[in-house]
């Protein structure tokens, strides 16, 4: 009877863990699923050929037990070795490209606004993983490698897809997705883009006498909000106009610590700032992979600019050796907002939510002579977006699943961008146009409301799978006009609270 009663505790005990398991990454995550999700979720169940996977599916949250395999960031040069060859089939779809062109020659540049000089003194850097294996991609390219789906066949699109066309699609009514023409499990260049690994930044141990160092407040500092530029669109201008030569802590240009200061850090902040040290700015950090730079005004003098960077792969992370979360193509982005040219406020995507800090509190770099830029660590593989280096746990507890991030290439996104202002209170297709300095920049691709990658793959595809509510791979994202862009508050969403020090940061949650 003992030994039954072990085994029967060993059971629920069992359950009980699968069960939290399952259910706390629907807890923790910051958009409830809808009733559509939920509906869509029954029927991804039914794809699955096997009954036993279904039941397995539906009560105890393990769905493709059958297909789990090693996913490593790289595959074999041989598609028949490591298990690249797994037997799902792509049509063949003929189909041609084209690329935009962007020269000035005969363009009507009147009306055009150009970028704030401040938008570009404030660019960010972002600091790619040392070891990362998808790097930043080109929509143009992008493109190149996709065919557009719905319904699970592909389209009939007589014209050639490009980005100043792309927006076309959306005259389907069903979800329309761009679909790999290739296996991404067989891990073809395009989906890493090794091209565009930034510009390494070169001599930079013999020159760091005139570099000035901020790590960001080390520990929670209030700040007087002179106006409500934290909550503000059109429709809601600020109670107050501030001062344009004050910032929240009270200088016109932030300056370095002092010797005082530099001493109170703690250990592990001393030993980030000398590491910060050498890696100074100089004209390397480009990339051939251009970021996109929105601009959005909400009026009362504030403006919010948007940076977005585009991959063509998104490799989840792993959980007991088991990968969680991959998808074609990969859209994130960070935003800065200013008042009267004053930077107030940055948001850091991280998945479905993130974070936003005061500036002050965000880390910087440049030199004496140099406005001091913010600084981005963008996560291996999955490249979502963060204040500081080190690891980043979500959604699952005990940092079962966790995003990492260190001091590895640094992108200077204001050498390579395309640029856009964007009237979010336009009519639908309407409200974006280039800035003056790049006046043919395509705007088609902007408008497209299908998912710049593969749609979710069933169950009886060998690729896929879920554990613990947690899939092998995702549908791909929406486009940057989809990020709530006409948002009042600086994040995604009304629930924000902006994070005031690094440290209050790391022990903040994965959304905000």
Not at 32 to 53: F, M, Y
Not at 129 to 155: C, M, Q, R, T
Not at 267 to 275: D, K, L
Request: proline share 7%; glycine share 8%.
């Amino acid at each position: 009877m003992s030994h039954f009663r072990r085994i029967a505790a060993a059971v629920a005990i069992f359950v009980f863990l699968i069960f939290i398991l399952t259910a706390l990454p629907s807890f923790l995550n910051p958009v409830p699923p809808s009733k559509e999700k939920v509906e869509a979720d029954q029927r991804w169940v039914n794809t699955s050929p096997s009954w036993l996977d279904r039941q397995t599916c539906r009560w105890v949250g393990l769905c493709g037990l059958m297909h789990l395999k090693p996913d490593p960031p790289v595959r074999p040069t041989s598609a028949s070795e490591g298990g690249c060859a797994n037997g799902v089939g792509h049509r063949s779809v003929s189909r041609t490209t084209h690329t935009d062109a962007g020269g000035w020659e005969g363009v009507e540049r009147r009306g055009l606004r150009g970028i704030p000089g401040y938008v570009l003194d404030y660019a960010p850097f972002v600091h790619l993983y040392s070891e990362e294996y998808f790097w930043p991609s080109d929509i143009d390219d992008h493109i190149k490698h996709v065919v557009p789906y719905a319904n699970g066949s592909p389209l009939n699109h007589t014209e050639s897809l490009s980005l100043s066309s792309l927006n076309q699609l959306g005259a389907h009514t069903e979800l329309v997705t761009l679909k790999s023409s290739d296996d991404v499990e067989c891990r073809p260049e395009w989906l890493h883009s090794t091209a565009n690994i930034p510009v390494s930044f070169k001599n930079f141990e013999d020159k760091t006498d005139d570099y000035d160092i901020d790590v960001g407040t080390p520990d929670r500092q209030g700040f007087e909000a002179y106006t409500t530029w934290f909550d503000v669109d059109k429709e809601h201008p600020l109670h107050r106009v501030s001062d344009p030569r004050k910032i929240p802590d009270g200088d016109t240009v932030r300056r370095p610590p002092s010797k005082r200061a530099y001493l109170s850090l703690s250990r592990e902040q001393r030993r980030m700032a000398t590491r910060h040290a050498r890696n100074k700015p100089d004209e390397e950090g480009y990339s051939s992979a251009p970021a996109t730079l929105i601009l959005v005004d909400k009026g009362s003098g504030v403006v919010d600019a948007f940076w977005f960077f585009f991959y063509a792969y998104n490799l989840g992370q792993t959980v007991l050796a088991t990968r969680y979360g991959n998808h074609v193509g990969d859209w994130e982005h960070a935003m800065v907002r200013f008042e009267a040219g004053v930077p107030r406020a940055m948001y850091f995507s991280e998945h479905e939510g993130g974070q936003a800090y005061a500036w002050q509190a965000v880390e910087k770099r440049g030199n004496a002579t140099e406005t001091q830029r913010p600084v981005i660590y963008s996560a291996v593989g999955s490249h979502a977006m963060y204040a500081m280096p080190g690891n980043h746990p979500y959604v699952l507890p005990f940092g079962m699943l966790k995003d990492v991030t260190d001091r590895g290439p640094l992108w200077d996104v204001s050498k390579n961008f395309r640029s856009y202002w964007y009237d979010y209170a336009a009519d639908e297709g309407e409200g974006l146009e280039p800035t003056l300095e790049n006046p043919t920049a395509p705007t088609g691709w902007f408008h497209f409301r299908g998912r710049w990658g593969d749609k979710m793959y069933d169950l009886d595809d060998k690729r896929q799978w879920r554990l613990f509510g947690q899939y092998h791979y995702v549908t791909g994202p929406q486009g940057p006009k989809f990020k709530n862009l006409g948002r009042r508050k600086v994040c995604q969403t009304s629930k924000c609270r902006i994070i005031h020090s690094i440290a209050e940061g790391r022990r903040r949650s994965w959304h905000s």
